[in-house]
């Protein structure tokens, strides 16, 4: 077993706007629960970090090739990722959810969706989700690299709904993204830092630690009430 690496620098890779978990403030900072959670836990445990905002489905490819140490991107914890991850303990709970356009009274249930196109991300939970269920409801799924870009998709019409995780949903529609849920949200994984199968093992340990230390001290609830108000 590798020892820790205190005050080593670790190159984490993760999505690029995903908010709020990721994504630039109005002074083009890169903030969010994930930004803030992994350099509290990296201050906590005596690291450093650089971080690559790279996309979701880049970000997971660059641990996987070696170009990153680990991933922190809203990313579920699932037994398929299993074979070729390994975990952090869960640190946020989550799941997938439809949104459609705010001017839209058509579509309020997956019924709705028949002959229609929905939005989804490379490589995700929502993607995964909505082709378990598009041939029994008749839609077509179209992919983007990231979350901004299915949005523009449904707000210009030209697909009817998107599936994304619904904290990030959430939080785009109180910011005023031009959307809104009309299901129910699907069961689903928590989020978990990641690492390559059986590489980094001692980063692993660090971040399991240094979670531990920020959910005892507070400052763990601090972050989320940071971005979420306070009933998070
Ligand atoms: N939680 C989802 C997944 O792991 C989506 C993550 C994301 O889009 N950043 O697939």
Do not use: C, H, W
């Amino acid at each position: 077993i590798a020892s820790a690496q205190p005050g080593r620098t670790y190159i984490i890779a993760t999505d690029v706007t995903f908010a709020p978990f990721e994504f630039e403030d109005e002074n083009g900072n890169l903030t969010g629960i994930d930004m803030e959670l992994i350099r509290a836990i990296a201050e906590d445990q005596g690291f450093n970090v650089e971080i690559k905002q790279l996309g979701f489905d880049a970000a997971l490819q660059a641990v996987q090739a070696g170009q990153a140490d680990g991933v922190i991107a809203g990313m579920s914890i699932t037994d398929a990722r299993k074979q070729v991850f390994d975990f952090s303990d869960p640190y946020f709970e989550s799941g997938v959810q439809m949104a459609v356009l705010e001017s839209n009274n058509d579509v309020k249930s997956y019924e709705d969706l028949k002959g229609k196109r929905v939005a989804v991300k490379n490589g995700t939970e929502g993607a995964t989700f909505a082709e378990s269920i598009k041939d029994q409801y008749g839609f077509t799924t179209v992919y983007f690299a990231d979350s901004a870009s299915m949005y523009d998709e449904v707000r210009t019409g030209n697909s009817v709904a998107v599936f994304d995780d619904y904290p990030v949903l959430a939080y785009g529609i109180t910011q005023g993204n031009g959307l809104k849920t009309v299901t129910e949200k699907e069961a689903g994984a928590s989020y978990g830092f990641a690492v390559n199968k059986g590489q980094n093992a001692e980063l692993l340990e660090m971040f399991n630690a240094g979670l531990a230390n920020l959910q005892d001290s507070g400052e763990y609830d601090e972050i989320l009430s940071q971005f979420l108000g306070q009933d998070a």
